[in-house]
């Protein structure tokens, strides 16, 4: 196989040879992850302004009568962690933010080409973090608004929101993959 850099080739193609390699390994190894996590911050920063837009806060909002007893949308300042855990944590949230997003540049790259589920779920928990992250820094609190419960049995879900939905989906999905071997085959 002839080398594509030769003596005759000018500067200008070696820095687009190298270029495209960059590229291409980037989006590879991000391109379906970023794809994911911008969707997922997308419709969490969506959901989150129209709730607040249109539903005071701490007020519940029925979708629909026959859904009353088990899903309402209600609208929660939440200064903890995901369901409610950690309401002082103050700079404790831009800390673990910032570590998740140092894990997912650093095991991204060393996930198999072919190991999509565990890049869609970095992506899912990427978004998500990314999104209550904004809503700290922009109002101060995470809003959520989603409330599940199921009162036959006592269960009664903490108000959430999409970010939250997607980061406990994306740990989830890679709880699932850690069981399978090479990246396909269940174990």
Not at 58 to 64: D, L, M, S
Not at 73 to 98: C, D, K, P, R
Not at 120 to 129: E, F, H, K, N, S
């Amino acid at each position: 196989m002839e080398n594509p850099v030769t003596q005759e080739s000018s500067v200008a193609e070696v820095e687009a040879l190298q270029g495209q390699r960059g590229r291409s390994w980037f989006v590879r190894h991000f391109g379906l992850l970023l794809m994911v996590a911008f969707d997922a911050l997308l419709i969490d920063q969506i959901t989150k302004r129209l709730v607040e837009a249109t539903i005071e806060p701490y007020q519940t909002k029925v979708i629909a009568d026959f859904l009353t007893p088990y899903f309402t949308l209600t609208h929660a300042q939440n200064t903890g962690a995901a369901f409610s855990l950690l309401t002082e944590g103050g700079v404790i949230f831009f800390v673990v933010f910032a570590v998740v997003v140092g894990m997912i540049v650093y095991f991204a790259p060393r996930l198999p080409d072919r190991d999509k589920l565990s890049k869609v779920a970095l992506g899912l928990q990427l978004g998500g973090a990314t999104g209550n992250i904004i809503d700290r820094l922009r109002i101060g609190h995470v809003t959520d608004f989603l409330h599940l419960q199921i009162p036959q049995i006592g269960f009664d879900w903490p108000v959430s929101n999409i970010a939250d939905i997607c980061i406990v989906a994306g740990v989830a999905i890679l709880f699932f993959v850690s069981f399978r071997k090479d990246g396909g085959e269940a174990a």
